[in-house]
DNA sequence: CTCTATACTGAACGGTGTTCAACATACTAA
DNA sequence: TTAGTATGTTGAACACCGTTCAGTATAGAG
């Protein structure tokens, strides 16, 4: 009978997603660098060891959380793309949106501790490691882009080159949009809308 | 007399800039998650309070350390620029530097420690910090379109953004061609000069 | 020769991630 | 049913960390 391993098996996943819960709630709460083992293991009324039971240590932990916020919004990213069909406006809304969720999660992970720098360095972290895990979002760029009518045609590793160069781009504009955290809405909405532009009449040029 | 009050105030100096070398010294040794307040006192043989009475706190030592190599970078980047005149020669040759030295900065923060991720996070903060100080990158930027035929009387608020975007680019490319660093050298070349190709075709058409 | 400002120490506070011997409990095999 | 093993769990300990601060030494001013 193997019903035991199973629910053996359930409960650690159980444990383990209890963990990774209290880890997301107190990141959200406190950012990411107000993260410790011990708080996680407070917040599920354990000792601090159990913890290194179900993760190999606080690293593996933050991977887990961040992997799965980002693959969340890639996700959201696609159910966008589905409404529209004109290449431009479904490049230009997917972009804003992957722009918009970024800078939204930004605030919440920075706003919230009045700690400065620190803070800023734990959401560059989420961009980054979330970009480790960015072969599924650029894979929709390269759909995207695909779907252009002169692109129909182009050569694979040109094309998906492109479509890195066009990630990295928002990515960097995420960035920079971050730290200059201080600027007025109205001008970040500029620089975005002149991100997408010209970045359209790059594409339309290729 | 303030001859005195002179020779404090450099003995100050020079008690900073120490505390700064051992910083940059461990830095570059051990990457900036490395670096703590003690291994500096025990690098300059003082008590580990000491470091107080001269600066705030981590905080500043590191962001004096990050501003400093970064502004080099940056004047390096002017020198170059100096010596082509055709724009597109200096426009690709300078963001090309600049991308090299990025990455090569990456490796010496990064494999120099077998530790993997939290390194990762601390050249993102190099490079992210930098960019605080990095209005006078962005003037060589602008200055480096103007110098393009077809840009010379255009709205400089646009010409601004422009640049923003672009160097957004190079900023994100870094950041991808890090995370990715097992990424043979040829085919991180070929999306360098994949990057620099789109945006000079980008800027060709506005 | 005091006095005061500055430099400096070293202990302490309250954290951190991680390890590990020991114990408890649940399940299997005899 | 019982002995034995695998798993879950604890709590103390280790070796760090940044930061503060009472107290001491030292050097220059009056």
Partial sequence: MKKRQERQERERDE????ILDAAGRIAAEEGLEGLSIRKIAKHIEYSPGIIYHYFAGKEAIIEQLLEHGYLEMVSDLNAVSAKETRPELVFA??????IETSLADGVRYRDIMLNESPSVLSHTAVLFRGAASQREALNLLFRLLRSFEHLKEKDEDDLERTAQVIWSGAFGLILRLTMEKDLPVEQKERLIHHYLETTLIMIGHL
């Avoid at 444990?15 to 209890?18: E, T």
Wanted: charged share 30%; proline share 0%; aromatic share 10%.
């Fill in 15 to 18: 444990m383990r997603q209890a």
């Fill in 93 to 98: 809304q997917t972009m804003r949106r992957y």
